[in-house]
């Protein structure tokens, strides 16, 4: 915890002079999808407020918001822990995604399609896995789906996945082989970017629903036997 709150340290300058509980609970959010306190890790009040510079109220004020987006658990006389996600909350993350991303290409209108920040995305996991840097790609993997809902042009829907894609890292960081569960995605976002290009968005559609199912079924292979349903701590 010690490193982890060094470089926490770091990120006291995001907070200027406006700080609020909001702007901290972006801070540690991103800290959280990054892996930086994995699932299952105790938040220490006093060492998270000292780094940060910020008050206790304001701290628990964001741990409040991020318990509310289902990243963190509150355990009675235990304290704060990044949330250990069960199947069911895999799956229900993946229902959820369905549901978006395939109505948003579904609505996507007459083509061309902006899709410039797609593309950026494809290819930083290009970069990423000839870097070998599985975990880079895992990250360029949800900037593609965070870009493909962008597409919508809607405020809300952002919000609304940027939380479902920070539980879906949580997911991520309980997987042992990121390269198996990534790579062969990178494929397969590509070819979603290039029928989108082409101007079929009923093609993209059908292309992503069978992505989602099939990463879905990877995911959970892999979820159910590391952290397997009846594992002691799943919140």
């Known amino acids: 915890m ?4 060094t470089g926490l340290a770091g990120d006291r300058a995001l907070l200027g002079r406006t700080s609020t509980a909001e702007r901290v609970s972006d801070i540690l959010r991103g800290r959280i999808a990054e892996g930086y306190f994995p699932p299952g890790t105790r938040l220490s009040e006093d060492g998270i407020g000292g780094a940060l510079g910020v008050s206790r109220n304001t701290l628990r004020e964001a741990f409040r918001l991020l318990t509310h987006e289902r990243l963190l658990v509150h355990e009675l006389n235990r304290g704060v822990f990044v949330r250990v996600l069960t199947v069911e909350d895999v799956e229900d993350i993946y229902r959820a995604r369905t549901l978006v991303e395939c109505a948003v290409v579904r609505g996507l209108g ?17 970069t990423a896995a000839a870097a070998s840097d599985w975990k880079a790609l895992g990250t360029a993997n949800i900037h593609f789906h965070r870009e493909l809902v ?18 879906l890292r949580l997911a991520f960081h309980v997987v042992d082989d990121p390269r198996r569960l990534h790579e062969p995605y990178l494929t397969r976002n590509r070819q979603i970017l290039d029928t989108l ?39």
Request: glycine share 6%; no cysteine.
């Open 2 to 5: 010690a490193e982890q709150l």
């Open 110 to 126: 007459d083509p061309p399609y902006p899709l410039d920040a797609l593309a950026a995305a494809v290819a930083e996991g290009a």
């Open 150 to 167: 962008a597409l919508a042009g809607s405020e809300r829907t952002d919000e609304l996945m940027r939380s479902v894609f920070a539980e």
């Open 197 to 235: 290009r082409a101007g079929d968005r009923h093609a993209a559609e059908e292309l992503l629903a069978t992505y989602l199912a099939d990463s879905l079924e990877r995911v959970v292979e892999v979820y159910r036997r590391r952290v397997g349903e009846e594992s002691p701590g799943l919140s």
